[in-house]
């Protein structure tokens, strides 16, 4: 009998790239999502037989399925920049969504409730200049995005220790890959280049980040949901750092494009300067990414442009 899965955003990017490595191992998937903008629109997860799709909100669900296993949150907003001019919005989704999640699993029996592992991210740690956060490391959000997952840690800490529920937190960096909505960086670079658009970049493009692609992200979660421990925290990253300019400049490289397609505006508020994390933890576990940016930079960019001609903008 297949293991059943509630994927909570499973229509947003690294969502997505969760649910297709999950139908894939086999789990039936139960996918929870409220079509936000940023929902992809080219998945064909409905041809699958043991997947079903609802279309809700997080905040508001009154049940959970029955006979789930296990629950995935990714529901979550998560552009910084939004965060900072609604940041209502991300209060209802980051800590009101996962207030009710808990609470939902809180109300099953004890024998009868789902494993929780909830998404969340490395930017919760804040700034660090020279080496790398650990997961026991203390949280230190910069703007109102990262302050609302720091939040909804906070209450899965206290409803764990209180409670007893089955939890696990993951905290990830930067992912990419097809599929991706063009508020985010890379995908952003490579629609404005194709369209003959100039790039903007923020500042000096110095800030440093890690990034993951998503397919491994997806599976580091499997990965912790055979063998991960309840109620620890796992980093998820390649540890693989470039500046913002250094990752543009991987795309420009790729397009044939040189620093003239791109154009420097003031620097954006509730920025860190850098983010690093330590994932010995996870790597123990036998996890390690596939790909770098660079090697996958290829097959982004070709996907990307049959994604735009199928649309016709392209």
């Given at each position: ?286 996890w390690e990414p596939t790909t770098t940016l660079r090697e996958y930079m290829p097959e982004y ?14």
């Amino acid at each position: 009998m297949r293991k059943k899965i509630l994927v909570t955003g499973g229509l947003g990017f690294i969502g997505s790239y969760f649910v297709e490595a999950a139908l894939q191992a086999g789990y039936y998937v139960i996918n929870l999502d409220k079509r936000t903008y940023a929902a992809r629109d080219d998945l064909d997860f409905d041809s699958r037989d043991h997947y079903e799709f609802i279309e809700d909100d997080i905040s508001e669900i009154k049940h959970l399925p029955v006979n789930i296993d296990y629950i995935i949150n990714f529901a979550a907003e998560s552009h910084v920049d939004n965060s900072i001019m609604a940041n209502e919005d991300f209060f209802h989704s980051n800590v009101r969504g996962v207030y009710n999640l808990l609470e939902l699993v809180r109300s099953k029996d004890e024998t009868d409730r789902p494993k929780l592992i909830h998404v969340s991210t490395d930017e919760v740690y804040g700034t660090i200049f020279d080496g790398c956060f650990s997961e026991v490391d203390p949280l230190n959000p910069s703007n109102p995005y990262s302050a609302t997952k720091a939040a909804a840690e906070q209450l899965i800490l206290g409803w764990r220790n209180t409670y007893g529920l089955p939890i696990m937190v993951c905290r990830t960096c930067n992912n990419y890959g097809f599929g991706q909505y063009p508020e985010k960086l890379l995908a952003k670079t490579i629609e404005f280049l194709l369209s003959g658009k100039p790039m903007t970049i923020h500042g000096d493009g110095s800030y440093r980040r890690e990034w993951l692609y998503a397919g491994d992200h997806a599976r580091a979660i499997l990965l912790l949901m055979e063998k991960g421990e309840l109620g620890e925290v796992y980093n998820i990253s390649s540890n693989e750092e470039h500046s913002v300019l250094e990752a543009v400049q991987i795309v420009l490289d790729e397009m044939g494009h040189d620093k003239d397609s791109l154009v420097y505006v003031e620097n954006r508020v509730g920025q860190d300067r850098r983010y690093s994390v330590d994932c010995s933890k996870i790597r123990a576990l036998g996890w390690e990414p596939t790909t770098t940016l660079r090697e996958y930079m290829p097959e982004y960019v070709k996907l990307y442009k049959k994604y735009l001609k199928a649309k016709g903008e392209c």
